[in-house]
């Protein structure tokens, strides 16, 4: 069993800035990738940003120069710094980790960006 949470989420101005905090806990053996999603109202999830384990950073266009994703000192955990937000970047944020036995993920937070 693997448990992902999520926090930081929250309303904010445009042009401002959010951390997300992901911590993952339980049967986790070799990480694969862990890493961020997203899902506005009517559409597809989408990546944010990830980390993979071979030391691959991506990010989505909509994203690069704006967000960073970092992991954190305690084992398993993953953060997302998001910096000149926009009201385009309003969403359910959703935490995944992958490992051998499956994909896991986060019950989502709720970033609202304010024009």
């Known amino acids: 069993q693997v448990q992902v949470v999520e926090s930081g989420g929250g309303l904010v101005q445009a042009g401002g800035s959010l951390r997300l905090s992901c911590a993952a806990s339980?049967?986790?053996?070799?990480?694969?990738?862990m890493g961020w999603y997203r899902q506005a109202p009517g559409k597809q999830r989408e990546l944010v940003a990830q980390?993979?384990?071979?030391?691959?950073?991506n990010y989505a266009d909509a994203t690069k120069g704006r967000f960073t994703i970092s992991r954190g000192n305690v084992k398993n955990t993953v953060y997302l710094q998001m910096n000149s937000l926009k009201p385009e970047d309003t969403a359910v944020y959703y935490c995944?980790?992958?490992?051998?036995?499956?994909?896991?993920w986060g019950q989502g937070t709720q970033v609202t960006v304010s024009s």
């Open positions: 980390m993979t384990s071979g030391g691959n950073i």
């Open positions: 995944r980790l992958a490992q051998y036995t499956g994909e896991y």
């Open positions: 339980g049967s986790i053996f070799v990480i694969n990738a």
